[in-house]
């Protein structure tokens, strides 16, 4: 599975739109990119995910980079209870598992 | 109701002692998973199982065994634990069908002394 890069940490106020991005320029033709974010010792919660068309759901929408080597996951209006660490994850559908990085632990601010 | 469910949620045990970590779901998934998560690092996989006949080691799987025993329930079991399987364990399920999204049970932290 592609390899990701994500910054270590961002800082996003209260209502505002929070923007992660996530680098994955080896990613192949049939791999996924998921979203997902684990909050304080919580099992990780899925968000989204996408193989090349922009997709939204009720929690956030992902913008996949026509070559598909970049996207970023945007949160319309963050609130406190935004604050996690998010995970961009690459991995082929089928594939056994899911290789979690660093990812990226987002702090949202009153 | 939570989709996945583990058991119990916090347990303490004593070196050299076997224990048992249960995983329920009621998504209705052939696939199951068991991470570990150890602090400031991401989760690695110790076993999976594709499907009630079906079991396969993962990255991490010494010290640790599993038993698939319907589609709904996979457990986890360390034989002999020892202080540095301290760690939180995770237990997720997914559909093999398209994108494979796998969910995750709320876990279990695990204290061996």
């Known amino acids: 599975d592609a390899k990701t890069t994500q910054p270590t940490s961002m800082d996003c106020a209260e209502g505002r739109a929070a923007n992660l991005p996530c680098n994955h320029s080896?990613?192949?033709?049939?791999?996924?990119v998921y979203w997902y974010r684990q909050i304080h010792s919580q099992g990780p919660q899925y968000i989204i995910h996408?193989?090349?068309n922009n997709e939204t759901n009720e929690m956030a929408s992902l913008i996949i980079t026509e070559d598909r080597k970049s996207s970023t996951l945007i949160l319309p209006h963050a609130t406190l209870r935004d604050t996690a660490v998010y995970y961009c994850?690459?991995?082929?559908?089928?594939?056994?598992?899911?290789?979690f990085g660093k990812g990226t632990k987002l702090t949202v601010n009153p | 109701d939570a989709d996945v469910t583990q058991t119990p949620r916090n347990r303490i045990t004593k070196t050299g002692k076997r224990i048992m970590l249960e995983c329920s779901q009621t998504?209705?998934?052939?696939?199951m998973y068991w991470y570990r998560q150890d602090p400031g690092l991401g989760l690695r996989l110790i076993y999976y199982?594709?499907?009630?006949?079906?079991?396969n080691k993962g990255e991490i799987s010494d010290g640790y065994s599993v038993s698939r025993q319907a589609q709904a329930k996979f457990s986890l079991s360390l034989e002999s634990a020892i202080p540095n399987q301290t760690a939180l364990y995770f237990c997720?399920?997914?559909?093999?069908?398209?994108?494979?999204?796998?969910?995750f049970g709320p876990g279990t932290r695990l204290l061996v002394l």
């Open positions: 080896t990613i192949s033709g049939n791999e996924y």
């Open positions: 998504k209705g998934h052939d696939r």
């Open positions: 994850i690459v991995r082929q559908g089928g594939s056994e598992k899911l290789v």
């Open positions: 997720a399920t997914s559909d093999p069908q398209g994108a494979e999204t796998q969910y």
């Open positions: 199982s594709f499907d009630v006949k079906d079991i």
């Open positions: 996408g193989l090349k």
